[in-house]
């Protein structure tokens, strides 16, 4: 029931910036943390940056400072703005979200993933 769905990948070049967009199925504010992470080809997944549902985002030492995590609460979606990309920022990038079941567990959801090229 849960979806996410992650857009605005492509191809750029060093030094440009691009803008990524996960949609949900319900409000942001139903989980108790979302955020992004990637994975490039032949590496593990790694965090990028996580949004709490209250509280600061936190950021991987490699984007700080470089990629912000946003949202808009009316249209469920959560941003990762991305900016002075680098070659090694190339990956898969991929919406995460966590949420409650009501019996104290958590149930973590995964969106398909958006690649992001970024050339020489």
């Known amino acids: 029931q849960v979806q996410l769905v992650e857009s605005g990948g492509g191809l750029v070049q060093a030094g440009e910036s691009l803008r990524l967009s996960c949609s949900t199925s319900?409000?942001?504010?139903?989980?108790?943390?979302m955020g992004w992470y990637r994975q490039a080809s032949g590496k593990e997944r790694e965090l990028v940056g996580i949004?709490?549902?209250?509280?600061?985002?936190h950021y991987a030492e490699s984007v700080e400072g470089r990629f912000t995590i946003a949202r808009d609460n009316a249209k469920n979606t959560m941003y990762l703005l991305m900016n002075n990309l680098k070659p090694e920022d190339t990956a898969v990038y991929y919406c995460?979200?966590?949420?409650?079941?009501?019996?104290?567990?958590?149930?973590?959801?995964w969106g398909k993933g958006t690649l992001v090229t970024v050339a020489s």
């Open positions: 995460n979200a966590v949420r409650e079941d009501g019996t104290g567990q958590f149930i973590e959801y």
């Open positions: 319900g409000s942001i504010f139903s989980f108790n943390r």
């Open positions: 949004m709490p549902r209250t509280g600061s985002r």
